[in-house]
């Protein structure tokens, strides 16, 4: 199953580009290949804020799965942005280093 998102950022404000340096680490840990995520700067796209009702940035709307929820802030705390996403039972546990990994990277 694809989770999708849409993350609403404004220019490259550190809250928005850390926002969304979080959410690309974040898929990338529970979601590798199995999700979609579409950027929208609100100063280049003002209607698409004014369309989502978007009242604060960095805000990330979870399209799919339904419900659609949302979340506001630079989603650092990932047990807290899952949780808020309504994702926390669907995620994928990130995947542990086996040994021979650890080894390499001494």
Known sequence: MK????????????????ALQNLKELCEIYFKGEYNMTVVD????PQQAEDHRIIATPTVIKLMPL????IVGDLSGFDQ??????LSEIT?????A?????????
């Open 81 to 86: 942005v899952l949780n808020g996403l309504g």
């Open 92 to 96: 994928k546990k990130p995947r542990k």
């Open 3 to 18: 989770v999708n998102f849409v993350i609403f950022i404004t220019g490259d404000t550190p809250c928005s580009l850390q």
């Open 42 to 45: 609100i100063l280049a796209e």
């Open 67 to 70: 419900p659609e929820r949302r």
């Open 98 to 106: 086996n040994v021979n990994e650890e080894e390499q990277k001494k």
